[in-house]
Nanobody, 118 residues
Framework: QAPLVESGGGMVQAGGSLTLSCTAS????????MGWFRQPPGKEREFVAA????????TYGDAVKGRFTISRVKSDNTASLQMNALKPEDTAIYYC???????????WGQGTQVTVSS
């Protein structure tokens, strides 16, 4: 499985926006799924969004539908998560993950902190 490297994250006020990126260093096949999970403080890890590499179809968790958008650039082996209208409850460590089956959890990135202040 291709190692994943994340970038982005940081601190923003409620209502603001952030973009996370995830790049795979190895070859990605059309069956690959790349996505994001997050773990809020003291809570379980939860699904955020995913994109199927070949078709580009996307899936979102209920908490982020309508606010977050995931996309991929095949030539760069990179998926991006555009996060808009951020809320304090979006505060979490965000992990990029990938795999060939659902849910895409075969490979994980190192995690990046997103903090939304009220």
């Amino acid at each position: 499985q291709a190692p994943l490297v994340e970038s982005g994250g940081g601190m923003v006020q409620a209502g603001g926006s952030l973009t996370l990126s995830c790049t795979a260093s190895g070859r990605i096949y059309s069956s690959y799924i790349m996505g994001w999970f997050r773990q809020p403080p003291g809570k379980e890890r939860e699904f955020v969004a995913a994109v199927r590499w070949g078709a580009g179809t996307t899936t979102y968790g209920d908490a982020v539908k309508g606010r977050f958008t995931i996309s991929r650039v095949k030539s760069d082996n990179t998926a991006s998560l555009q996060m808009n209208a951020l809320k304090p409850e979006d505060t979490a460590i965000y992990y990029c993950a990938g795999g060939s089956t659902w849910p895409p959890q075969a490979t994980w990135g190192q995690g990046t902190q997103v903090t939304v202040s009220s």
